[in-house]
């Protein structure tokens, strides 16, 4: 008897040592190559990590004007893949042509605020970030980033690639509303 519960013990022990191992991503393999964990319950739908395409692009600079600047013509996309990577590629238009923004690096999310870490051409890593929201309904993404004392900040609304045709606008303070 004593042996039959000693074993039932130690296969216990085993299988939950098994499982947690499971659930843990090994030490010593590089970030870029462990197995994606999945997103803890409550977290962002899998559809949040996708393609977006930039639609409005609004920077707000108070000590030289109470109004935003809207930079038409923005484009480009943004993908935020499930394991922390990203790839912008923004563009928009200029006096002297096309301004193009392309960045590759790691984001990281906690609650409403998401970080974006990529390293320039100097080998130096620059972080920036702000807050968003995403909106399934609307297929959309509102992000407003480097956010200022004075009041500045950057107001970007992006829709998943794709989408583009689905009727939505942003406020001016990147709240999307499904319609005209």
């Known amino acids: 008897m004593y042996r039959k519960l000693l074993t039932t013990a130690l296969l216990c022990a085993t299988a939950a040592l098994a499982f947690a191992q499971a659930k843990t991503p090994p030490k010593n393999v590089p970030a870029a190559r462990r197995p994606a964990v999945p997103p803890p319950p409550g977290a962002l739908p899998t559809k ?3 393609t977006y395409t930039y639609t409005v692009y609004l920077i707000y600079a108070p000590k030289y004007s109470p109004k935003p600047t809207n930079t038409r013509g923005v484009g480009g996309t943004l993908t935020l893949g499930p394991t922390g990577r990203y790839e912008k590629k ?3 238009p200029g006096p002297y ?3 193009h923004f392309d960045e590759v690096g790691r ?3 906690k609650g409403k605020n998401i970080e974006f870490t990529y390293t320039d051409s100097k080998g130096k890593a620059v972080t920036y970030g702000g807050t968003f929201d995403y909106s399934e309904p609307a297929l959309a993404l509102t992000m407003v980033l480097n956010q200022e004392a004075d009041g500045g900040r950057e107001v970007f609304g992006l829709v ?3 989408s583009e045709t ?3 606008t942003f406020n001016d ?3 999307v509303k499904m319609g005209n």
């Open 107 to 109: 984001y990281t999310l």
């Open 90 to 92: 923004l563009k928009f």
């Open 160 to 162: 998943v690639a794709g």
């Open 97 to 99: 042509g096309t301004n």
């Open 173 to 175: 303070d990147g709240t």
């Open 48 to 50: 949040f990590y996708t």
């Open 166 to 168: 689905v009727k939505r």
